[in-house]
């Protein structure tokens, strides 16, 4: 009974650290991205980047697979272009949700999705 609850507790403590490591990626690919690419601003300091990552954790996990499932003819049909386009308009729609967070337009949209989704990626698969 007592290594039951030992191994409970220890894997809930390596979950909830993996979900904040997890989290800590996306806040410093948030930073490499708004460094990288022209067009796309933080102007509320830390809260609004913590913020950022935090609205698009939530945007990738849950908002963006129902969309992509929904659209599954269109990328189909446009050998999954549309994929593209989807992720530049849920980059931009996080710009009119996250006070302090500014995208200057669909080009800047389209390439801050791209770079924060690499970023994003390589920095969890070394984590």
Known sequence: MRATVYYFLLTTYYYYMHTLYRYLGTVAAVI?????????????GWLSTLL????????????????????????????????????????????LVVP????????????GAIVLSIIAWLIQKVL
């Open 32 to 44: 490499l991205t708004v460094y990288l690419v022209p067009g796309v601003t933080i102007t509320g």
């Open 100 to 111: 302090g967070f500014e995208v200057s337009g669909f080009l800047s949209a389209l390439l």
């Open 52 to 95: 950022v990552a935090l609205v698009w954790s939530v945007i990738t996990m849950v908002i963006r697979p129902v969309l992509q499932l929904l659209t599954l003819p269109i990328t189909i049909l446009t050998f999954g272009v549309f994929s593209l386009i989807l992720n530049a308009l849920l980059f931009w729609t996080m710009a």
